[in-house]
């Protein structure tokens, strides 16, 4: 019985293949463990596809950014600990009350919008100017803008599994055909869609190459039907790739930095260039066929997410739930309620954002 995944379970499968790749490279497994457990905790309704619309929304309160709302969640929205009612925090919630260790792991941006690391991660960024003073405490000894090597692993094991399981779950749900991957002037559309998303520095001609090749491996099935024998021909696939991929890594960086344990910041985890080209390519497929193509579908969902932002805003605090609600009539001025409102819309899942957005629309 094959179904489609959803956050959670990628969040599993991400741990999963963190866990073992962690220990295999002398890490605490429990740390890379929780930083996979909790890298897309912020991540709001629609994905990244919400995470746009939102971040359109929040432009007058710092912009939206499903990293740094993971670091928000993680240290202030997830209602577990509170500080003493004592300076510097006066009561506030501290979130789940994790380690520097446990934080700084979760953190693949540890830098605020604006910055010149952001813009050489074309954008990204992992903390909201409203969070600077947690991220100060998490990244106290650390240097500025670089990632401890736990969130190197768990960087590493979120594009593993996100890559060939989405891959995985287009192919189940009808999206993907490999036989139509044998026309060499598909496979080059396939590339320019992964060169243009996820590696702007490789040659098509690059990409082309190393799709071939990929593709030329014996564990690739010719199809799949949904019988017993192709499914169990596709989850072949999928262990065999997160395999490829992994061990790659490893032995990389083990041939950099020696046996010896590879933790916090004594060392970088290597991925050499051809994998990681096969692993944006494996994107890439699932960008061109699912993402592309139902471009129309995405747009409603973003529209739904403005007009969901739009409404509660018009009606809060009424509109929030009571722990949104508190920080709403507590914030200091627009962009403070904005906040609010925002974190708000990013707790919900898609279902229930469309639930709500139905309630309020009558």
Excluded at 141 to 170: I, K, N
Excluded at 193 to 205: E, P, S, V
Excluded at 263 to 272: I, Q, W
Aim: with cysteine; hydrophobic share 40%; aromatic share 6%.
């Amino acid at each position: 019985m094959q179904s489609l995944r959803t956050r959670l379970t990628h969040s599993l499968e991400c741990a999963q293949v963190g866990r073992e790749l962690g220990k295999a490279l002398g890490c605490d497994p429990d740390l890379v463990e929780t930083a996979c457990l909790s890298h897309d905790i912020g991540h709001p309704p629609f994905g990244h596809n919400g995470e746009a619309a939102l971040d359109v929304v929040a432009r007058d309160c710092g912009g939206f950014e499903g990293n740094a709302q993971s670091l928000r969640v993680l240290t202030r929205l997830e209602p577990k600990s509170f500080a003493p009612d004592a300076p510097p925090l006066l009561g506030r919630s501290v979130g789940l009350n994790l380690t520097r260790a446990a934080l700084d792991a979760a953190m693949k941006y540890p830098w605020t919008a604006g910055t010149p690391q952001c813009d050489a991660a074309g954008g990204k960024f992992g903390v909201y100017d409203d969070d600077l003073d947690v991220a100060r405490w998490v990244r106290e000894s650390a240097e500025p803008g670089r990632t401890c090597f736990e969130a190197q692993v768990m960087d590493w094991s979120d594009d593993v599994a996100y890559s060939v399981h989405d891959l995985e779950d287009a192919l189940v749900a009808g999206h993907i055909d490999f036989v139509r991957l044998a026309d060499p002037a598909e496979r080059r559309l396939v590339a320019a869609t992964a060169r243009k998303l996820y590696c702007a520095d490789a040659d098509l001609a690059e990409l082309e190459e190393r799709f071939a090749a990929l593709l030329a491996e014996p564990y690739w099935p010719s199809r799949y039907d949904g019988t017993p024998r192709s499914l169990a021909a596709l989850k072949n696939l999928t262990s065999t790739l997160i395999g490829r991929f992994c061990l790659a890594a490893e032995d990389a960086t083990r041939a950099a930095h020696g046996d010896r344990p590879l933790t916090r910041y004594a060392a970088e985890l290597v991925v050499p260039r051809a994998t990681r080209l096969e692993n944006a390519l494996l994107k890439g497929i699932t960008a061109h066929y699912v993402w592309i193509s139902h471009e129309e579908v995405r747009a409603r969902q973003r529209t739904l997410i403005t007009e969901l932002a739009e409404l509660m805003l018009a009606g809060a605090p009424g509109t929030l739930e009571p722990g949104f609600r508190a920080a709403f009539e507590e914030a200091a001025d627009d962009a403070g309620r904005l906040r609010a409102v925002v974190d708000q819309i990013a707790s919900l899942t898609d279902i229930s954002a469309i639930a709500r957005h139905r309630l309020l629309t009558g």
